[in-house]
């Protein structure tokens, strides 16, 4: 009876130590792409990005879709990791109770016809935490997220230069939070909130709404049949020439709710935040800032407050060009699409080691055409279709990637037979 009670206990530990058991995969590291690893990860697993930028040029598959998932997408920093939609694709979408979380990285030149240029989040609680969003933009609303149900999170963000004219964070319904968060320089209101949507905005700054032509609104309600109104609890406002809080159309009575909670709350404080340099991306406080201590508790506001704030070395520029002396590792591959063979043009600026490999769509390493020391300077290699066993690989899409210490870039090559 004591050997199968035992057994019994063992097998039950086995089983229960599978069940939370999670794995880390690396991009570049394991997997050629985000795209790849996704494909490959299952709830728990956690996903960690390089340094680098990776677009749907590089060999990724814009948008993300996460949906019903529980993943962690973590980068390297939002001055280090960038996703970058070119001005051609939203970067991310969170469907269907998705509660994955997105960490230290920033999500630039995403563009959307319907709302929600980098950020889409449909019925879904994602956390989005240490972003940076910029350069993005929605033909109809929501240049750098929209949100149609759900309750996602905004932690330690910082949005800056998204947009045309529409709301920056488009809220049509939900419950989203957004704290220690700084938005400034965007082309529309800050936050446009439709209908029973329900959103709360706490210890955030709000600077200079409306830049690109848009309303220089903080908050903007459109009021619906629902009587959900946005929750402002220690905030700071700077340059809402139109409008801290706006309603659309007759609706003292919401107004005055919003007013009469915000108050209550400190969540209407306005100022001059004082930032380091806005000009030069550089969103840090100064001395003397309003926001800097906001509260007798030392709480600061905004992307650099709080226990774990944004993470940003160097700012990432819009166009997601890094300036990193190993930018620009590998040159264009020649001919491509290609059959039998390409020749791969990579540039090393400094003398070291360099890795130099052949992945499938799944990630895998097929093929390795360099490891080992390379001298600075100009070099190249043949790929003539096989993998590292000599035979044929299929015809179809694979990823030629470099790596010099920290920096990894990654070019899509096409056999064709």
Same mark, same amino acid.
């Given at each position: 009876m004591f050997r199968i009670v035992a057994s019994s206990i063992a097998l039950l530990a086995g089983l229960t130590a599978t069940s939370v058991r999670a794995d880390v995969l690396r991009v570049p590291g394991e997997f050629a792409s985000i795209t790849a690893a996704l494909l490959r990860a299952e709830d728990g697993d956690r996903i960690e990005v390089s340094p680098g930028t990776y677009s749907n040029? *590089? #060999?990724?598959? &814009?948008?993300?879709? &996460?949906d019903a998932r529980r993943v962690e997408i973590t980068g390297a920093g939002a001055g280090r990791t960038v996703l970058h939609g070119e001005g051609s694709a939203r970067l991310l979408i969170f469907r269907n109770g998705d509660a994955s979380v997105v960490s230290d990285l920033t999500l630039a030149g995403g563009f959307a016809e319907d709302a929600? #240029?980098?950020v889409r989040v449909t019925d879904a609680r994602p956390e989005l935490l240490r972003v940076r969003f910029t350069g993005n933009e929605s033909a109809t609303g929501g240049d750098a997220m929209v949100v149609d149900g759900g309750s996602?999170?905004? +932690?330690?963000? $910082?949005?800056? #230069?998204? +947009?045309?004219s529409g709301p920056t964070v $488009? !809220?049509?319904?939900g419950n989203p939070v957004i704290e220690q968060t700084t938005l400034h320089g965007n082309a529309g209101a800050a936050f446009e909130v439709h209908g029973d949507a329900s959103p709360v905005l706490r210890t955030s700054i709000v600077s200079h709404p409306g830049i690109g032509g848009g309303p220089a609104v903080g908050v903007r309600v459109v009021p619906g049949r629902g009587l959900g109104v946005p929750l402002l609890e220690r905030n700071l406002f700077e340059a809402c020439f139109e409008g *801290? !809080?706006?309603?659309? #159309?007759?609706?003292?009575?919401? $107004?005055s709710a919003i007013l009469g909670d915000a108050r209550r709350l400190d969540g209407l404080?306005? +100022?001059d935040?004082?930032?380091?340099?806005?000009?030069?991306q550089d969103f840090r406080l100064r001395e003397g800032s309003p926001a800097l201590p906001f509260s007798a508790e030392g709480e600061q506001l905004g992307a650099f407050g709080g226990p774990r704030p944004i993470g940003m070395e160097r700012s990432a520029p819009a166009n997601g060009e890094e300036d990193?002396? *190993?930018? +620009?590792?590998l040159g264009p591959s020649v001919p491509n699409p290609f059959t039998p063979a390409t020749t791969i043009h990579l540039t090393v600026p400094r003398a070291g080691a360099v890795d130099l490999g052949v992945y499938n769509v799944l990630g895998r390493r097929i093929r390795t055409l360099h490891a080992g020391d390379l001298a600075a300077g100009e070099h190249s290699r043949v790929w003539d279709g096989r993998d590292d066993l000599g035979a044929e690989a299929p015809p179809g899409i694979y990823f030629v990637r470099i790596t010099q210490g920290e920096v990894t870039e990654s070019r899509r090559l096409v056999l064709v037979r």
């Open positions: 040029a *590089t #060999g990724e598959d &814009l948008p993300l879709r &996460l929600g #240029g980098a996602p999170r905004l +932690g330690n963000c $910082l949005l800056d #230069g998204n +947009g045309r $488009l !809220v049509r319904s *801290t !809080v706006r309603i659309q #159309g007759n609706a003292d009575g919401i $107004l404080r306005e +100022g935040p004082l930032f380091e340099s806005p000009a030069d990193d002396p *190993t930018a +620009g590792l």
